[in-house]
């Protein structure tokens, strides 16, 4: 279904433009069957297992509620009519799971709900795409960004800052509290946060576009966390 090419920690000692502390990591997926990414997918979207984490009753019966009708939908209009063929709608998913399915697998993250099950409508939500939980206690934000023809990474920083800048991690915070119980007052500190950048990559050079997003000037702000994810996930047709 999907294959991991590379995994590059960023070396400061290589790089004398960036002055950072931040962690950061570069990684290239590569997709190599869309039709069993889609059946990976809506077998994520399908688990229960994050009702364990829920805090109490009261939760439970909110959130299966909100989370109906966008299931629904994912899994009748947008993954079930998958025919090796990426469209807009589902390439942000296929982005947005199979990075989440990496950051898991590769650097033992833990996966929260995908963002667009738990928020209140069924599609087009504003925010944040999906979550995880750095093993370095952090609340990670990603954002995902597909494009059948170019590599939008600085649409992606991009996204991230403006959220920063109208507080949508705050915002987020208390749905993803009661959603995983893991995250504690302490991760609405910028100390406790991170961020990731997914994006369609679509390039025969990709050290050149890892390279190139590094440089990005878009970056700057998100280097001021303890970890940053850039994520690039190829498809291949």
Known sequence: MYKVKTIKKFDKNNHEKIKTNCLIYCIHIQVTDVNKAAKEIISLIEDKCWIKDLLDEDDLDSYKKRIEPTVKYLIEDILNNVENEVTTDFGEYLVSCISQIT?????NHDRILLAELWKEQKSGNPGFDFHTYSPNDLLVYGEAKYNAKNNPYTVAFKQIIDFIKIGKDIQEYTDLKRIF??????????????????FSLNAQDTDTVFSNALNNEQIEKLLEYPELYILGVEVCR
Do not use: D
């Open 103 to 107: 950051l898991k697998n590769n650097l």
């Open 181 to 198: 119980s893991k995250i504690k007052t302490r991760h609405k500190t910028n100390k406790n946060k991170a961020f990731v950048a997914s």
